[in-house]
């Protein structure tokens, strides 16, 4: 199937994600017909986008947890008709794409200010592996093979303190001259300011590299934390979180 025929129901959507998939990069595309495609889905990691005219044969391919981001008001009847009450409603938050608009003065600021308890260092394998051994930091690199792979395509940023690995930020999906960030931070560590300075670092880091660090939020808090680094709010998006 080519990935090109089924390309232009996504066009208009501003997602990183997508380009990452589109560009050859992650994740699957699964579409209608493959000759000629009018309904698509894009998979990369927990989240589908779905496209085109609304068929719920696609839903047939999700397994286990997904998010559910459907493109228009078609396919959210169609989600909530199929799955009913296994899918919950809820709002994401798209965020721009502005190149210019990041204070690298404020982040190196944020860096600064750490504790000096706290160490920054950017991934290496032992971080990596570090990453990959908890549930709570397990997205900072689960959708990269390996780390020669992870080596290869990606930057990482890791706050240690007293050699463990208690906050991260890495691409949970790379594109063509880009990433999408993820940020993780364990429980016990949180409301530290530990998530700004690794943002801060791994933006610097990013256009150091001539790389942007797209940003899309779960919820208002990684909102206020990406306006904190700098980007500003574009707009609300309906996702639906299903359920086994």
Known sequence: MSVEKAATLFDGWNEAMIWSCL??????????????PTSALIDVGDICFFAGKPDSDLFQSIVGFKLLVPKDKDWETQIESYYGKRARKFLRYAIKKEPNVFDRGKLIEYIKAL?????????NE????MARSEAWS????????????????AIGVAILHKGKLVSGASPYAVYNGGIEIEI????????KG????????????????????SWD???????????????????SYVTYELSD
């Open 138 to 153: 397990v997205d900072l690199c689960s959708q990269f093979k390996d780390y020669t792979d992870y080596q290869k395509r």
């Open 217 to 235: 939020a779960h919820d208002m808090r990684s909102v206020s934390l990406a306006e904190k680094l700098g980007y500003h709010l574009d707009h």
């Open 184 to 191: 993780d931070t364990k429980p016990e560590y949180r409301q």
């Open 23 to 36: 560009q050859g990069h992650m994740g699957n595309m699964i579409t209608d017909n493959s000759a000629k």
């Open 194 to 213: 530990l998530a700004t300075v690794c943002g801060a670092k791994l933006i610097l880091e990013c256009l150091e590299r001539k790389l942007y660090p």
């Open 115 to 123: 504790d000096h308890c706290y160490e920054v260092k950017l991934f």
């Open 126 to 129: 032992e971080i990596f592996q």
